[in-house]
């Protein structure tokens, strides 16, 4: 079955400090992949995603790139702000598969 | 406007109340979901409606029951509930188009059993 492995954390990192959050997966033909982002008391946001291999997505300076030679989406940031502390998921899903496989999360505190 | 409201955002129930959660959506989506996600985990599907039909079922507990009113709405329905359902309880819709199925989550009802 489809599955999705990201670091877990904890990460700590003071700000400005440059992020990389790995995430890889498994699953056959061709996923959509997602990177969420979950405030302390709060729901899921999506950040940013992407749809085929070699895509970017980008949003509020994260960046992740798919890689389908190493099934890879890998989450970076130039430089962390204090605001960006938070768990951050990588999560896939399959063509008209309603379901969305999740990682584990990466818990990520930003110090100042 | 990328937005799922949920409410209540926080409730206490005893193990012999009923109670209901509820999700609105003015996106058109025709998906909707509900999620429950325990302390430092991910979230875990629970059901899926699509077009106002339920098409999953995670093999969730009778005591928990889903409800698809309409297109922009979705009802859980809490009964008889234990201690350890006790978690946050996620709300989500996606436009089931062919190949992307990206979720819009609401902010989630924190439900606590006593």
């Known amino acids: 079955g489809d599955s999705v492995t990201q670091m877990e954390g904890p990460v700590t990192l003071s700000e400005e400090a440059f992020l990389t959050i790995n995430c890889t997966y498994t699953?056959?033909?061709?996923?959509?992949l997602f990177w969420y982002v979950q405030y302390p008391g709060e729901g899921l946001q999506l950040l940013l995603k992407?749809?085929?291999?070699?895509d970017k997505g980008s949003n509020k300076g994260f960046e992740a790139t798919y890689r389908k030679e190493t099934t890879s989406f890998h989450l970076e940031k130039g430089s962390v702000q204090v605001s960006d502390s938070a768990v951050y998921f990588c999560?896939?899903?399959?063509?008209?598969?309603?379901?969305?496989?999740f990682g584990k999360g990466t818990l990520l505190t930003v110090n100042p | 406007d990328t937005e799922v409201t949920q409410t209540p955002k926080h409730l206490v129930m005893g193990m012999t109340n009923k109670k209901s959660l509820k999700c609105e959506q003015h996106?058109?989506?025709?998906?909707m979901y509900w999620y429950k996600q325990k302390a430092k985990k991910p979230p875990e599907l629970m059901f899926v409606?699509?077009?106002?039909?339920?098409?999953i079922n995670e093999s969730v507990p009778s005591r928990f029951s889903p409800e698809c009113p309409n297109s922009s709405l979705l009802n859980l329905h809490l009964h008889a509930l234990q201690p350890e359902d006790s978690a946050l309880y996620l709300c989500?819709?996606?436009?089931?188009?062919?190949?992307?199925?990206?979720?819009?989550f609401g902010q989630g009802t924190r439900l606590t059993v006593v």
């Open positions: 989500a819709s996606s436009q089931p188009l062919r190949g992307i199925t990206e979720a819009f």
């Open positions: 699953a056959t033909g061709y996923p959509s």
């Open positions: 992407a749809t085929k291999a070699d």
């Open positions: 999560a896939l899903t399959r063509g008209s598969n309603y379901k969305l496989t």
């Open positions: 996106m058109g989506h025709r998906a």
């Open positions: 409606y699509s077009y106002e039909k339920l098409s």
